[in-house]
């Protein structure tokens, strides 16, 4: 089993005994998203693929936070929060502003990267090292502002 997938799993049986149901709630959906995976792929997954999984959540749930927010829901908005915070938990450190500068600018230059063209070039250079640890979209945003 997976590191990852372990300390979740201790996560889940701390959260049943502090009945926290809230954090409970995150924690099972997360582990369902992993089942659903390994038995649709028939794959055991492992701790990169557990790290993609996660940050996929997070992307979903911010989204969601945006579209509750606009909508005037900060209720449902909240409860996107607090799943949100589970999550990253769970998740490696996150890089500084700074850390992801140098490591887009230094993609760029290993990649020889002139134009969009070669955009998606430096985007699968970073994934790996970015994984789980940097919001993807705003290191889109920033490649391509240093490639225009």
């Known amino acids: 089993?997976?590191?990852?997938?372990?300390?979740?799993?201790?996560?889940?049986?701390?959260?049943?005994?502090?009945k926290d149901k809230a954090r409970l709630t995150t924690i099972r959906a997360?582990?369902?998203e992993f089942k659903r995976i390994e038995v649709d792929e028939r794959i055991?997954?492992?701790d990169s693929r557990i790290l993609a999984i996660l940050d996929k959540?997070?992307?979903?749930?911010?989204?969601?936070?945006?579209?509750?927010?606009?909508?005037?829901r900060t209720d449902l908005a909240e409860v996107e929060i607090a799943e949100v915070e589970v999550i990253q938990e769970f998740l490696p450190e996150a890089l500084s502003a700074d850390e992801i500068d140098q490591l887009v600018t230094e993609a760029i230059a290993?990649?020889?990267?002139?134009?969009?063209?070669?955009?998606?070039?430096?985007m699968g250079m970073l994934k790996g090292p970015m994984q789980?640890?940097?919001?993807m979209g705003e290191v889109s945003k920033l490649i391509k502002a240093k490639l225009v």
Not at 1 to 18: D, G, H
Not at 110 to 122: C, E, I, L, Q, T
Not at 132 to 135: I, S, V
């Open 1 to 18: 089993m997976s590191e990852i997938k372990a300390t979740i799993k201790a996560a889940m049986k701390e959260a049943m005994r502090a």
């Open 30 to 32: 997360m582990q369902a």
């Open 44 to 46: 055991e997954v492992d």
């Open 57 to 72: 959540m997070l992307k979903q749930r911010r989204d969601s936070i945006s579209q509750f927010e606009a909508a005037g």
């Open 110 to 122: 290993n990649s020889g990267a002139s134009g969009m063209k070669d955009m998606g070039k430096v």
């Open 132 to 135: 789980g640890r940097a919001d």
